[in-house]
């Protein structure tokens, strides 16, 4: 019986996540998957793999590619602005590789499917950004978000990032003690058929793997 709610991404913390939920903390979880108009969805079969991976009945892919037009100024999304390397972002509050509002919008859908489900957790893998970063992966917006949806006069959901103080490396740390198979995640803001390298989440995942002292099983351009 599905016991809460998990987006997971097929990106290496949301599937360290679900692990997590499952073999740690003996949970249930409905899994969401978003399509959202990026420029390519290659890791959503790395998330369809690892639920499987993991015996999770629930799993649903959900489409909103209709909502492309709101995300255009992102370079993960529009044609038109290229990604960036590492050292294009760095000390850059919001970098070009920021989707306007997503998380909050991915969250509001999975409070909501959460709700009509009856359950009152929902899970996401923000975690601590250690070379760029994001405001909507912050302790702060998860406190206020909370806040928010504890309004709700019945059925009150509560957001839950297990990840939100930790950095790449003790993700890493953490899934190898769960047995992830991180060969089976795409991090890679590029939809090539190798990972790129220089974007800034391969920057941030090779420096994860090196830090914890062992080799990513990604292959890389």
């Not at 639920?51 to 999770?56: D, L, P, Q, R, T």
Request: proline fraction near 6%; aromatic fraction near 10%; glycine fraction near 6%.
């Amino acid at each position: 019986m599905v016991d809460s709610v998990a987006i997971v991404s097929g990106g290496m913390d949301s599937v360290t996540l679900l692990h997590y939920l499952v073999k740690r903390e003996k949970r249930h979880p409905a899994v969401i998957t978003f399509v959202y108009g990026q420029k390519h969805d290659k890791e959503v079969e790395f998330a369809r793999a690892q639920v499987e991976a993991v015996g999770c009945e629930a799993h649903l892919v959900l489409d909103l590619s209709l909502l492309r037009p709101l995300f255009a100024s992102s370079a993960l999304v529009s044609e038109q602005i290229a990604v960036p390397d590492i050292v294009d972002v760095m000390g850059d509050p919001q970098p070009p590789t920021y989707v306007p509002n997503r998380n909050m919008i991915f969250l509001a859908l999975a409070v909501a499917f959460a709700e009509t489900h009856g359950v009152s957790e929902v899970f996401y893998g923000a975690q601590r950004h250690d070379i760029y970063g994001y405001w909507d992966t912050t302790p702060q917006f998860l406190e206020r978000l909370n806040q928010v949806y504890a309004l709700n006069r019945k059925t009150p959901v509560q957001i839950k990032a297990p990840f939100v103080q930790y950095s790449k490396a003790d993700i890493v740390r953490l899934g190898l003690e769960l047995g992830v198979d991180y060969a089976q995640t795409w991090s890679c803001y590029e939809g090539q058929e190798a990972a790129c390298g220089h974007c800034p989440t391969c920057a941030e995942r090779l420096q994860a793997f090196a830090e914890v002292g062992i080799p990513d099983p990604l292959p890389y351009q």
